[in-house]
């Protein structure tokens, strides 16, 4: 870069490129992963057909109540498994699956829902049960965590919060300069440019290729890497987030740890009074209930979780409008919409969906654009590094010239800085 440059600029270029070689490989990871991610559900079916399909449903046949679903899955586990939630939403054409806690043996099975009899189970990524049965999990533990455990997230947590900084870096490097006394042409049609591909040689080939698709998926690659802080870095996005826009810990979370106490209600119980409160908070604040989702245990807290979707909800499925209530008495604890109450959690929940592919109304348009982001993301990577690459090269006599050229004629400036 030549001295004329500012100095926010060059201060620019150093961090762009430095953070950006450091992110290689973490962006490659996440960006290849995530693009399979998109398509978890059906890529899973294909390695694990067991666990997602029934082989010719009974004709007429209805599914058991899911309390009794439960209860059977229940006496067919290993001693010292537990299920400590119930699916609400059963389907008597698909298995349904169920979470189960288990400190050794498998934690996810399939049950059929007409006669309880477990169809299919597996220990969630751990790949010494097979490629087929564990493939697409161990991704997903690769996407959010390298399957290194806390200290992988906390690693992609940091990646994540310097992918975020450097969304807004890059960008700035875009940009025009103040404009000449020699022209007048507006700032934007002078940035113009900078979104446009310019065939050539290759160095300005992907030069320009790899300025323009920041700009292009700039909103997408912002939304992948500030989320991925709030997966993974809360200790950074919380306090940011509420600063900004206001944000209220999420409600199950609030609550004590209170292990000590015993648990009276039983599950036909437990949903009976899910039911109930949900309704008496859903008319209080004008909700409208859509469908059930689950009813979970929270052993630590002795308090069950009763979640349905509703028109709060922004994910096409799965539903996070949530009552909490004491496991012992049925007393209400707290209640959690994830829109329209505070803005911090609204944005949040969009967030999370739009990084998941499951926003509603997105569908299957979505999942191929969150997949096509995260390829782009690997690419955007491993194109900063070859034209880091080339630049080095450039110091070196025969072919200093020749990229020095292409360079310039890119609208590169030339930098002898390492």
Known sequence: MTASQPGWRRWAVWWHRWVGLTLTLFLVCVGLTGALLAFYEPLDAWLFPALHRLEGPPNGATPLAPVELRARLAEQLPAGSKVLHVPLQLDVSRPVRFSVDSAHGDDEYAVHPVTGVVLASRRWGDLRQGVAA??????????????????????LGVAALLWTLDCFVGAALTLPPPRPSSTRRSWWWRWWPSWRLRWGKAFTFVFTSHRAAGLWLWAALFVFAWSGVGFNLRQVYSPVMRAALGLEERADRKLPSRGGTERVLGWPEALERGRELMEAQASARGITVLEPVQLVLLADKSAFAYRVRSDRDVAARHGATTVLFDAANGALLA???????????????????????????????????????????????????????????????PIATAVDGDERGAGIPTSRGG
């Not at 564990?134 to 690693?155: D, I, K, T």
């Not at 959690?336 to 348009?365: D, F, I």
């Not at 969150?370 to 590094?385: E, F, H, N, P, Y």
């Open 134 to 155: 564990n493939g697409m999990p161990f991704v997903y533990r690769l996407h959010y965590s390298l399957a290194l455990g806390e200290w992988g997230e906390w690693l």
């Open 335 to 397: 209640f959690q919409a994830p829109t329209g109450e505070v803005a911090g959690n609204t944005v949040t929940t969009w967030l999370t969906q739009l990084h998941l592919g499951a926003a509603r109304g997105g569908g299957t348009l979505l999942r191929v654009a969150g997949a096509a982001t995260g390829g782009a993301t690997a690419l955007l990577a491993l194109s900063g590094v070859w034209l880091w690459w080339r630049r080095r090269a450039s110091r070196r006599a």
